[in-house]
């Protein structure tokens, strides 16, 4: 399972729920459409601080590896989707190493998304 892969303890800190229409951010917001509220609200899943802690955590474990780069990418992935800042890491995260590793990640987000051709891929469906 994720949680144990990822080192994570479920538990209200680390887990959310209460997914609504009005609420969802804009890229699940055609996911959720004609989901009654309940059903949505009612889908649980791992928060943006254990998420990220938990594949960086993985990556530092298998660093040099091949693992390490699939965890990193993981991570660069929820970096790239998430209004996050240094602040934000040395808040959050559990690690000096980890926030370390965050920051290389945010510092190449802004070319990441520019080169990005995931908006035409929406678009042309």
């Known amino acids: 399972m994720a949680d144990s892969a990822l080192g994570v303890t479920l538990s209200t800190d680390t887990i959310q729920a209460g997914l609504c229409q009005e609420t969802a951010h804009s ?15 009612s889908i649980a899943w791992l928060s943006l601080r254990a998420s990220l802690d938990g594949w960086l955590s993985l990556a530092s474990d ?15 992935r929820l ?3 998430n209004d996050v800042s240094q602040n934000w890491f040395e808040e959050n995260l559990t690690d ?21 051709t995931w908006e035409w891929v929406v678009l042309l469906r």
Do not use: P
Request: negative net charge; charged residues 30%.
């Open 27 to 41: 890229e699940l917001q055609e996911y959720c459409h004609g989901v009654d509220d309940e059903i949505l609200s």
């Open 62 to 76: 298998w660093q040099g590896t091949a693992k390490a780069i699939v965890y990193l990418m993981y991570a660069e």
């Open 79 to 81: 970096v790239d989707a």
């Open 96 to 116: 000096a190493d980890h926030v370390k590793a965050a920051m290389k990640l945010l510092k190449g987000k802004e070319n990441r998304i520019s080169q990005s």
